[in-house]
């Protein structure tokens, strides 16, 4: 018991890392016949709704005295950083697997990285350049997928674009409000995210000739129990538990953590989805999340 007192952060922060591994396959059982946008409707909705009593509880408030600029700051950051790159993300998960998707995941830090460096002047280190090889070199062996796998090799292609981008918007709408983060409650800031995730998916879909069917997949989907569970645990208790773990150990052993959910998410997609493990995919993931450990410590 004092072990894990001692280590408490630490523990919160793999928990995070594992949960976040079970969302996304119930994410990919989901995705078989709801919608991504209608999935990631779905699930910032639900994490809006239970956010509000836990502010409630931890004595937030959802309303604060800030600028304009804050809140509109907050709602660009979630019409990229959720709106675009989780529906992004989902298309990629539908296309790819979670197995290979878990390598393509791995281009999280970089981008976080190289962001800060460009708009908020941090430096690069060495350990971080070798890492960034790294995770470029497990992403090109992951298209060697193409060579082994019957599936088709641009299906493939397309899949890892839309998740680098995932990666892509998800730093951007991150990086944009880092500086306003540290002077923000997360979960205030988190809750006027989701709004403009929520808002922007909501506009997307009224544009859409098709929203009728897409709102359809989610509300007659037989796959309704794994669209409710992964949207809890995904959106919401990974955002707890990823909080907590920052909060009771240093972020920079946190954030490297969390990365072994690419590792957890490739054995679970092995075992639940009977997804294929073939050398390129184990070299890949190995590389990679080296490459992301590296990148966050560095």
């Not at 994490?47 to 409630?56: D, G, K, Q, S």
């Not at 730093?171 to 923000?184: D, F, N, R, T, W």
Request: aromatic share 8%; net charge positive.
């Amino acid at each position: 018991m004092e072990t894990l007192g001692q280590y408490f952060g630490e523990t919160l922060a793999l928990l995070t890392a594992i949960n976040w591994a079970f969302a996304v396959i119930l994410f990919r059982k989901s995705g078989e016949s709801v919608h991504p946008i209608g999935l990631n409707l779905f699930k910032n909705i639900l994490a809006m709704v239970l956010i509000i009593p836990t502010m409630w509880i931890t004595g937030n408030t959802l309303f604060r005295n800030v600028p304009a600029a804050d809140y509109a700051l907050l709602l660009v950051s979630g019409v990229i950083g959720i709106g675009l790159a989780d529906t992004l993300f989902l298309k990629s998960l539908n296309t790819l697997g979670a197995g290979l998707l878990a390598i393509v995941d791995c281009c999280y830090s970089p981008f976080i990285i190289l962001l800060s460096i460009v708009f908020l002047g941090e430096s690069l280190a060495l350990l971080q350049v070798i890492g960034v090889v790294l995770i470029v070199a497990a992403v090109l062996t992951a298209l060697n997928e193409r060579k082994s796998s019957k599936a088709n090799g641009h299906k493939i292609v397309i899949g890892i674009v839309w998740g680098v981008l995932a990666m892509a918007a998800n730093a951007v709408g991150i990086v944009m409000i880092k500086p306003l983060l540290e002077q923000s409650p997360i979960l205030w800031a988190t809750e006027i995210r989701l709004l403009g995730g929520v808002i922007v998916l909501v506009v997307a879909l009224l544009l859409r000739r098709d929203r009728r069917s897409i709102i359809s997949s989610v509300i007659l989907s037989n796959r309704w129990g794994y669209t409710v569970s992964g949207s809890f645990m995904g959106a919401y208790v990974s955002m707890l538990l990823w909080l907590a773990g920052m909060k009771y150990t240093e972020a920079s052993i946190a954030s490297a953590l969390n990365q072994t959910s690419n590792i957890f998410i490739f054995i679970l997609a092995w075992l639940f989805l009977r997804e294929s493990m073939d050398r390129y995919k184990i070299l890949g993931i190995v590389l990679g999340v080296i490459g992301a450990i590296l990148v966050t410590l560095g």
